[in-house]
């Protein structure tokens, strides 16, 4: 028995995605058909702006991420059968944006974890199963911190994402452990365009694992982190980004689907997200954030092996397979050395 997994980074099927023919190479669609299983964060909420965007994040930086309907279509065609809703923009659209995303999503099969209308919707984990051999998927979102700002967690009768509450999550996954033969935790923490992750990261991946997780996998913050392996199990503090492409902003800042009226052309280029922009703008991620990891997990019966991919999104917003930079390649390599050091010594 065997079952392989794909996990990645952050997914966002909308920006200029729908204002151009294809978003991933050849190579890269040929390799996503080899999983039984491919998994992402799709961070973003699912509507129209017809919705009414999070007032709190309008009062402030009005970080306003969503696609469309429609948009999804890109999330099928590239064969994802989970995404992790447990992140910071699964509820730009408000609440019935919120109800929209999983009506959305369950129309067209894709299973999902990590936000609901309530807060046992939120905390249900996706449980994918092959041939006999079964995992469990849990999806968490930080909320507790300075890092992602303004962060709706589900309660008891009201809807949002599942907060990463340690003691919580420590009980969740030690109950799965019983039931399942593999837990992949995806945690959406940490500050954004950093290679190096905050040290309440690294805590909290490391009681993940000694809970019994088989692996971490990170998102959120735009950029690739290092790997570290503790007690066995492997921790990617963030993956990147994946299929997230540029978008087009109108002021104060959320993100804007032009008409067919509009002149694509005459939209300049910003690079990164500014704050406030005071006319239409195309955002452009920078060099760095263009790149992601994805996780290759294989898994057998108790037993499970796994290896990393990279990705790189062209000035054209097409994914492709490759190698890193040599010298981003060797930044996170020492700063995986360096993480591992300073967890032997604190965990001693």
Sequence with gaps: M??????????????????????????????LR????????LEAAIGTAEYPYDPVKMAGRCNIVYARDTDLAR??????????????????????GLRNT????????????????????????VIWEKEGLRVAIFAYCMH??????????AGEKTPGVNPLILDRAVQEIREAKKQYDQVVVLPHWGQEYRYTPVWRCVELACALIRSGADAVLGSHTHRIQPVVWHHRRPVCFSMGNFLFPDFFLQPPRPIWYPGPDVDLETIP??????????????SVWPAASRYGRVACLELHSSKFRMSWQHVHASRDNILDLCSLPPKMRKQLHKLSLKLKLLMIRHWL
């Design 34 to 41: 080899g999983f039984d299983c491919r998994i992402g964060t």
């Design 2 to 31: 065997k079952l392989k997994l794909f996990v990645c980074g952050d997914v966002m099927p909308g920006g200029v995605l729908p204002y151009q023919k294809d978003c991933v190479s050849p190579r890269l669609a040929a390799f």
């Design 102 to 125: 999983l009506q959305q999503l369950d129309a067209r099969g894709i299973l999902h974890c990590g936000a609901g209308m309530d807060a046992r919707e939120a905390a249900r984990p």
């Design 144 to 153: 507790d911190g300075p890092y992602l700002g303004h962060v709706v967690t």
């Design 75 to 96: 999330i099928c065609e590239l064969g994802f059968d989970v995404v992790s809703l447990a992140n910071n923009h699964v509820m730009d659209l408000g609440p019935e």
């Design 269 to 282: 280029d910003v690079v990164g997200y500014p704050y406030p922009v005071d006319s239409p703008v195309r």
